[in-house]
């Protein structure tokens, strides 16, 4: 019988982010007893220097050290594969991926892949500023053959304020102004928006946004139960 494989998740960017990442990891695998769930090894490194200060250079703290520092503690822990719920982090996905001899998994990837599923055509981002200012949803996207919109300055800053100073704070986010950006985008011709950024998925997670949002932690949360070599539970929920 194959050795089941040990999942590494280099979580703490934020923290609640990469709790949520594994419960949605254990709740979309199908199993019957404890022993049929996937090994995991969790990293939260929470000190690690804002990804988004540092793209936008605000800030001349790299995070990559940090990055590559957990992720090489996964691999030296047991780890068979890296899970890294952060999207703007992927902005250094090539210098960590590297740092390892065991693969990574790319959010980017795979919340376009389950968009281009959906069968979207454009897609609109809601993320960090440091996510946008990375381009890597465009980069990656013109490979699926699908368009991506961003937000204006304006809806920006409204979507900045509510991962920075309500959903990283722990206060309510508030979801009218979110739901103003969200409709304005949808309705200039986005087919889906893109929660890509995992502060943002929990706004799926507690107010279930339906079905013309993809949430990039269920994205990459569903790509690690296959690679993990498990079965999918279509109805596991958070």
Same mark, same amino acid.
């Given at each position: 019988?194959?050795?089941?494989?040990?999942?590494?998740?280099?979580?703490?960017?934020?923290?609640?982010?990469?709790? =949520? %990442? /594994?419960?949605? *990891?254990?709740?979309?695998? @199908?199993?019957?007893?404890?022993?049929?769930?996937?090994?995991? #090894?969790l990293?939260?490194?929470?000190?690690?220097?804002?990804?988004?200060?540092?793209?936008?250079?605000?800030?001349?703290?790299?995070?990559?050290?940090?990055?590559?520092?957990?992720?090489?503690?996964?691999?030296?822990?047991?780890?068979?594969l890296?899970?890294?719920?952060?999207?703007?982090?992927? =902005? %250094? /996905?090539?210098? *960590?991926?590297?740092?390892? @001899?065991?693969?990574?998994?790319?959010?980017?990837?795979?919340? #376009?892949?389950?968009?281009?599923?959906?069968?979207?055509?454009?897609?609109?981002?809601l993320?960090?500023?440091?996510?946008?200012?990375?381009?890597?949803?465009?980069?990656?996207?013109?490979?699926?053959?699908?368009?991506?919109?961003?937000?204006?300055?304006e809806?920006?800053?409204?979507?900045?304020?509510?991962? /920075?100073?309500?959903?990283?704070?722990?206060?309510?986010?508030?979801?009218?102004?979110?739901?103003?950006?969200?409709?304005?985008?949808?309705?200039?011709g986005?087919?889906?928006?893109?929660?890509?950024?995992?502060?943002?998925?929990?706004?799926?997670?507690?107010?279930?946004?339906?079905?013309?949002?993809?949430?990039?932690?269920?994205?990459?949360?569903?790509?690690?139960?296959?690679?993990?070599?498990?079965?999918?539970?279509?109805?596991?929920?958070?």
């Amino acid at each position: 019988m194959e050795k089941a494989k040990t999942l590494g998740i280099l979580g703490g960017l934020g923290p609640m982010a990469g709790v =949520y %990442f /594994y419960e949605k *990891v254990t709740a979309l695998t @199908k199993a019957e007893c404890d022993q049929e769930h996937i090994n995991v #090894l969790l990293t939260g490194f929470a000190d690690t220097p804002d990804r988004t200060a540092f793209i936008l250079g605000k800030s001349t703290v790299d995070p990559t050290p940090r990055m590559i520092e957990c992720a090489q503690t996964l691999e030296r822990a047991g780890a068979d594969l890296i899970a890294m719920p952060c999207n703007t982090a992927h =902005y %250094f /996905y090539d210098a *960590v991926a590297g740092s390892v @001899k065991i693969p990574m998994l790319n959010i980017i990837r795979e919340t #376009l892949k389950l968009a281009k599923d959906k069968g979207a055509s454009k897609i609109g981002i809601l993320a960090t500023e440091g996510t946008l200012a990375a381009g890597t949803y465009p980069l990656a996207a013109a490979e699926f053959g699908i368009a991506c919109a961003a937000p204006t300055p304006e809806e920006q800053a409204v979507i900045t304020s509510i991962i /920075y100073n309500e959903i990283k704070r722990g206060k309510r986010p508030d979801m009218r102004a979110f739901y103003r950006v969200a409709n304005r985008m949808l309705d200039d011709g986005c087919d889906l928006l893109v929660l890509g950024c995992t502060e943002l998925s929990l706004l799926e997670r507690d107010y279930h946004l339906g079905g013309r949002f993809v949430d990039s932690i269920d994205a990459l949360a569903r790509a690690t139960v296959l690679a993990c070599g498990r079965t999918l539970c279509e109805d596991g929920g958070v």
